[in-house]
């Protein structure tokens, strides 16, 4: 990356995408600071390419894997939701990067901002990329469950609660059995 930075500068005429390349050399090598700073720079630039808006926020995710902590957060949202407006001009070639954006999306406002409305219209947006996509359909399937009582755990598995137990329960059976419940 230092090298991309040193060949762009002593160039006669720079190359305007320069800094997106150099900022991909950053991400690539986990300099994620680095490479929102060149992903920002490209995005003066050209502000209706999809990759700067895309890259800038997978490079916010990975300095905030929590999806909470600010700037890092909005970058995210931003930048996948550019990256959702412009994918749509071209839905074969930036299905990989729409989809993507469509699974952060949900998981952000589902997870952190605990709107299941937006992440169920974010999942509906990638699915009009992909519609056969597994991992969108699964995720839609479990954010339009029906909220409804949870269910027993009825194996044996042991450290899992089986569900409750009455007191009486423990009382009866233990008089049945001769034996002393402890309480």
Excluded: C, W
Excluded at 64 to 69: E, G
Excluded at 70 to 83: A, C, S, V
Excluded at 109 to 118: A, E, R
């Amino acid at each position: 990356a230092e090298m991309r930075m040193v060949q762009s500068t002593n160039k006669k005429t720079p190359n305007l995408s320069d800094p997106f390349f150099t900022g991909l050399a950053f991400y690539q090598g986990s300099d994620y600071r680095r490479a929102d700073s060149m992903f920002k720079l490209y995005i003066r630039s050209f502000p209706d390419s999809l990759y700067g808006h895309y890259y800038d926020a997978r490079a916010n995710l990975a300095l905030d894997t929590t999806l909470s902590v600010e700037p890092y957060l909005t970058n995210m949202i931003n930048g996948f939701k550019r990256t959702l407006e412009i994918a749509v001009t071209n839905k074969v070639k930036f299905k990989t990067q729409a989809v993507a954006s469509s699974q952060f999306l949900a998981a952000i406002y589902n997870n952190t901002k605990k709107n299941k409305d937006s992440a169920i219209y974010f999942l509906t947006k990638g699915l009009e990329f992909d519609p056969e996509n597994p991992s969108l359909k699964e995720f839609m399937n479990q954010l339009q469950k029906p909220a409804g009582k949870p269910t027993k755990n009825t194996s044996n598995t042991p450290g899992k609660p089986t569900g409750a137990i009455k007191p009486s329960a423990i009382k009866s059976s233990a008089v049945k059995n001769k034996s002393t419940a402890v309480a």
